[in-house]
Each structure stands twice: as structure tokens, then as C-alpha cells.
């Protein structure tokens, strides 16, 4: 029951997902499942074995544990839902849950995009000042780096959806997606959405171009001064600690470019979905494996845990 005060009429949404997908419900349900369970079950090891291991607890690996749980809150917070739709056909969600599942996707998101940054300039200082690497980047300064992040992509954010939270949702109230974004949000709504447009462009610019562009810059530094490496061996070592960074950097920043950048209103609604299961679900899949699972630091660690579990087992026994 709503107060005469109140103007908007819309109580939910109506997620339609994959309905035109229905005779492959279960086997997309099963396949998302299984990529979710990897998701957490990649990231949620490399945090703890950050956490448990000396070795690890370097300026490179706190920013991979704070990625990995930027990916654990980012997924978790579309995929569960996206599955229970699957099963129940419903696809209905809450208003207020519908803008918070927004916000925590918006808010993730964000944070992610700059501590990919953040983590490009941390393998810069490496390759291309490794004299003075540890007197720039040192725990405290990554954790003020990783903090910022934080509260910067949960505080843009906040802007975003305090003006979803003024405006009015008169009907329809289907959303043409698995989750509920911004620009599905902004075409349901009967005000004036000039000024939420407006803002979400101007901060996926500032979140998404900038970084991307920074990446890029200090990727060119990298490249040059790994070019000018005189041991084979030593280029390739030194690349390959960049390349799987840059190659999820570009699939990550892509599809963020395309979908929030690029006029959104010109774009096939199928095409959108597609590019928003890479970043929801298949990028989050693929950090832990191309940023720290192919790392022999992380297979050291990982080696060492399952030695104590081994014993601790044998001792119980």
C-alpha cells in the first residue's frame, strides 16, 4: 500500500533472461552453475592463499586478493539469482532489490576497473623502475591504492542510484536482461532521465576510459623497456608476467566500453546479453586462472597447503 506522496507504482521487475532460451534451460543452468562454482572456488583459494602465505604477501599479490574479491562479491551478486530464474521461471524481483542488485553490480565494477589500473602500475614500477619498485609500492601504500578503489567505485555509484531512487517507474516493468542494469533501469522509468543519463556517462567515462587508457600508456612503457631486455629469457619472463593481465584487461574493458560508452539505445538487445555474460560471468572465471592459477609463486603456495592438510589429516588419523 503506498502513500499518496508516492508516484511510483512499479513494486517489481520482470527479469526475462533466457526465455527465448527455454528448451535449454536446464543445460544453460547447469553450465552457469558449474562456472559459478569455479568462479568461487578460484578466487576464494587465491585470497586465502594470499592470506596464509608469507611469500605471497607482496604488493602484486594483496592486488590480486582484493580482485579476486572484487570478483566473489561481483558474480555472487548476479549469477545465484540469475539461476534461481532459471529454475523457477518467474524472473520476478523486488524494487528495492532490483536497485541494490544495480548498485553492487555498478559498485564491483567500478572498484574492478581500477585496480586493473592500479595493477598495470604496479607491473610498470616492476619491469620499468625495479630499483626503486620497493621504495613506491610497499603494503601500506597498496592498501591505501586498494582502499580507494573501494570507496571510490561504492561512493559513484551512490550518486547513480540516489537518482534511480527519485525517479518514478510508472510501467512496463520487463527487463530484457538476467540482471538489473542501468540502461533497461533508465528506459523503464517515466521522468526525466536526462540528468541519470547523463551522470552514468560522464562516470563510465572517468571509470572506464581513463584506467583503460592509463593501462594502455603504461603498456607501452612495459613493452618498450622489455624490448630492451638483452636475454631472451629475460624478455620472456618479464612479458609473461603482463600478458595474461592485459588480455583480460582487454576483454573486461571491451565489453565495459561497448555496453556503457557507446550509445547504448543503438544496440541489439541480444548482443547486449551476450557481452554482459562475458563480463558477469566468463571474465570473473578466467582471472583466477590467467592472473595467479598459472603462476608458480601460487602453485608453490598452493603445493605447501596441501602438505599441512596432508599431515594434519595423517595426525588425526
Not at 586465502?48 to 562479491?73: I, R, W
Not at 560522464?202 to 612503457?221: C, G, K, R, S
Request: include cysteine; charged fraction near 10%; proline fraction near 3%.
Amino acid at each position: 500500500m503506498y502513500s499518496e506522496n508516492i508516484t511510483t507504482s512499479v513494486t517489481d521487475f520482470l527479469l526475462l533472461g533466457f526465455k527465448n532460451l527455454h528448451t535449454f534451460q536446464i543445460l544453460i543452468f547447469i553450465l552457469f552453475f558449474v562456472i559459478y562454482i569455479f568462479t568461487l572456488s578460484g578466487n576464494l583459494l587465491i585470497i586465502l592463499l594470499v592470506l596464509s602465505n608469507a611469500h605471497l604477501q607482496t604488493p602484486m599479490y594483496f592486488l590480486l586478493s582484493n580482485l579476486s574479491l572484487s570478483e566473489v562479491v561481483f558474480t555472487t551478486n548476479i549469477v545465484p539469482n540469475m539461476l534461481q530464474n532459471l529454475l523457477s521461471q518467474d524472473g520476478s524481483i523486488s524494487f528495492s532489490r532490483c536497485l541494490t542488485q544495480y548498485y553492487v553490480f555498478s559498485s564491483t565494477a567500478t572498484t574492478e576497473c581500477l585496480l586493473l589500473a592500479i595493477m598495470s602500475y604496479d607491473r610498470y614500477l616492476a619491469i620499468c623502475s625495479p630499483l626503486h619498485y620497493a621504495s613506491l609500492i610497499n603494503f601500506q601504500v597498496c592498501s591505501q591504492y586498494a582502499a580507494w578503489a573501494w570507496l571510490a567505485g561504492f561512493t559513484i555509484s551512490a550518486i547513480t542510484l540516489i537518482l534511480l531512487c527519485e525517479s518514478d517507474f510508472c510501467g512496463p516493468n520487463m527487463i530484457d536482461n538476467f540482471f538489473c542494469d542501468l540502461t533497461p533501469l533508465i528506459e523503464l522509468s517515466c521522468s526525466d532521465t536526462f540528468i541519470i543519463e547523463l551522470e552514468s556517462f560522464l562516470f563510465a567515462t572517468l571509470v572506464t576510459l581513463l584506467p583503460f587508457v592509463f593501462i594502455i600508456v603504461t603498456y607501452i612503457f612495459i613493452l618498450y623497456n622489455i624490448m630492451k631486455i638483452p636475454s631472451t629469457t629475460g624478455r620472456k619472463k618479464a612479458f609473461s608476467t603482463c600478458s595474461s593481465h592485459l588480455a583480460v584487461v582487454s576483454t573486461y574493458y571491451g565489453a565495459l566500453i561497448t555496453m556503457y560508452v557507446a550509445p547504448s539505445r543503438q544496440q541489439i538487445f541480444n548482443f547486449s546479453k551476450a557481452l554482459s555474460l562475458l563480463y558477469t560471468v566468463v571474465t570473473p572465471l578466467l582471472n583466477p586462472i590467467v592472473y595467479s592459477l598459472r603462476n608458480q609463486e601460487i602453485h608453490n603456495a598452493l603445493t605447501l597447503v596441501l602438505k599441512k592438510i596432508k599431515h594434519v589429516a595423517k595426525t588425526l588419523v
